[in-house]
């Protein structure tokens, strides 16, 4: 199972982005989709969750601003970014957690998709 982010790029403070990531490959069932960012110097924190039955989670500094979605007929889920700050700066993640028949518990992570916020 491969992980394939993209949508990063720069934009000036105010503005939107919207990321998108696609799974390659199959998977028993999935448990929750997400987006974690990573700014330099920083440890990687959660963006937002969409778990199995649509209930989602978002980090205090992102909501009202930032919408998570997903299209599991497509293995594809989205992140909406609104209202762009600088402190959005970050490499972006999506991370997969889901159920394998065989490996049982599994989590899957992209490979990053730059986002820079310019002033």
């Known amino acids: 199972v491969q992980l394939q982010a993209s949508g990063g790029g720069l934009v000036q403070a105010g503005g939107s982005l919207r990321l998108s990531c696609e799974v390659f490959?199959?998977?028993?069932?999935?448990?929750?989709m997400a987006w974690y960012r990573q700014a330099p110097g920083k440890q990687r924190e959660l963006v937002a969750s969409v778990f199995a039955g649509d209930r989602t989670v978002y980090a205090d500094s992102v909501k009202d601003r930032f919408v998570i979605s997903s299209e599991l007929v497509n293995n594809k889920w989205y992140l909406q970014m609104n209202s762009l700050k600088v402190e959005d700066t970050a490499v972006y993640y999506c991370?997969?957690?889901?159920?394998?028949?065989?490996?049982?518990?599994?989590?899957?992570w992209g490979q990053g998709t730059q986002v820079t916020v310019s002033s």
């Open positions: 490959g199959r998977i028993g069932s999935i448990d929750a």
């Open positions: 991370k997969l957690e889901g159920l394998d028949s065989n490996a049982g518990q599994v989590a899957y």
